[in-house]
């Protein structure tokens, strides 16, 4: 049931104090799962870490800013999130964002059911992986 | 005592034969249980109230005698309530179906609870109406407007139940209430009594969507296996008087419910967890603890509730004019470019071919479409391969047919005036009802319950 695990940079592998390569990066799909929800023109993606461990990863890196530039090429207005500590996960509230919602969309995907996956395409880099 | 709520449809279109599995588990416990059908989205009401205008009998859910007529014998002659949305935008339509197949199968005696009362549209313009807090639109005019329903809570379901009713038929309540109104009826759940309506309503969230908290809509090759999901089980939730609650589903059926089904459906369209608006309750689930405690059985625990919002979300369809979409297929060697160049040919012959005011969308399916932009960002951008296998779609809305006809044709014409090796063309077009959502004051709500009665003229098509 556990996804693939990224390849992760051992700290042994690095000198002290030279910075982790930042330039390295994940799909959060390899770290997450997630579902999208409409209502009217507003999206919510519940997000959710496999592994408890990456709940802090998940804060970390998906942030409104990101999740925001992420979803700006549809019109997304605001972004809240809203963490959940007691399932590893949040809930990312996303306003104007699907092109007038179900009734209203030219978009093939009115209701923004896919954008889940969308989410699960930002990068994180692996530096900030925590090893098991 | 438990009381189990089976789901055996989670949206209209949804497996017809989902419930007969769920049925017989429920006859198999021989506890007190319920069955609910949830087939009434924001876009399954706009396609009611079209399809009612066009055909007055219309108006209810189209798959009603299939989703039924399986399992309304077993759950008549086994003391399992029926609840459903299924009325859509004609309940009463939908009560003289419910009761031609009772008597088909030989209850024609079976008592039918019918709601009324969601629907306001006659005196929309006299009440207060506030913005829902999401939406944009100022309320339209009057000579557009179609349709206006309120989500009703449990309290007329549960009036119904009240009543002696074996199957309930509403129209437009909140999807969970159709689930919470059997539990409160069975429990004798005060209807001040927070925390137990907050775990009623999370039970009824939880399976409302059918098999999307049991395994549906989940899986996730080489991340998220879900097995069997063929036949995947449609859900039943364990619900005890003081409200924990357990998910599951019968057993050898497909599918699977993990910490992980059940955690990415409790939080399924839910905005603010700490305030979850539902018509009977507001719930917490800041606290809410997830877990397993046996092969496909989750307990869920740790939601709270708070007193029941002042007004009640109401959802109004109004004419929106006309939409279409076509699309023409490209593949093989350089398919990219002539489909990218049919895009290009089209968006030119409807800078002369049509109004300026024609609202069009055009996606190149296999290089960007569902993530895209109105104005195609991202496909611009897309790395992708030459050759392949590409889908030109027009997408074109208008307030008047011939402008949405006249755009689709011209994608049509590509068969013949377009690039090379252009296939597979379809098209077509309809009316659009849109819909936007507001607030009424639940002191302006009038929602109750009476039971049906059949007439004998009403004859339904087999």
Redesign the interface.
Known sequence: ?S??EPTLVSPSERSPGQPLDDSVTVPL?RLA???A??????L?L?L?A?DPDHYALLLEQVTEERVLALFA???ASRV?R?P?P??A?M?L?I??VL?G????A??????GK??SF?LLGLEVPVSSIPRD | MTFLLGSGAGFSGDRTDAAIPVVAELIRRGQPSALVFETLGERTLAAAHRAMRDEPDAGYEPLLAELLAPVLGDCLSHGITILGNFGAANPDGACHVVAELAGRAGFPQARIGRVHGDDIRAHLSSLDLQRWEAENRDLPGEETLISANVYLGAEPLAEALALGAEVVVTGRVADPALFLAPLVHHFGWAWDDWDRLAAGMMAGHLAECGAQVSGGYFADPGCKEVPNLATVGYPIIEVEEDGSLVVTKPPGTGGCVTERTVKEQLLYEVHDPANYLTPDVVVDLTSVEVRQVGPDRVAVSGIRGKAAPQRLKTTVCYEGGWQGEAEISYAGPNALARAQLAAQVLRERLTFRAPPELRTRLDIVGLASVFDSDAGDLQRTMPASASGDYRLRLAAEHAERRWVERATQELLALYCAGPAGGGGVRRHFQRRVCTASYLVKRSDVEAFATLFEKRSHYHVAS
């Open positions: 049931m996804p693939v799909h799962h997630a579902r929800g409409d209502k009217g023109d507003r919510n519940a959710f496999y090429h549809r019109g809240r809203y959940m007691g399932l996960g809930n509230v306003d104007d092109q919602g179900v009734n209203g030219l978009n093939l995907d009115g209701h896919t954008l969308l």
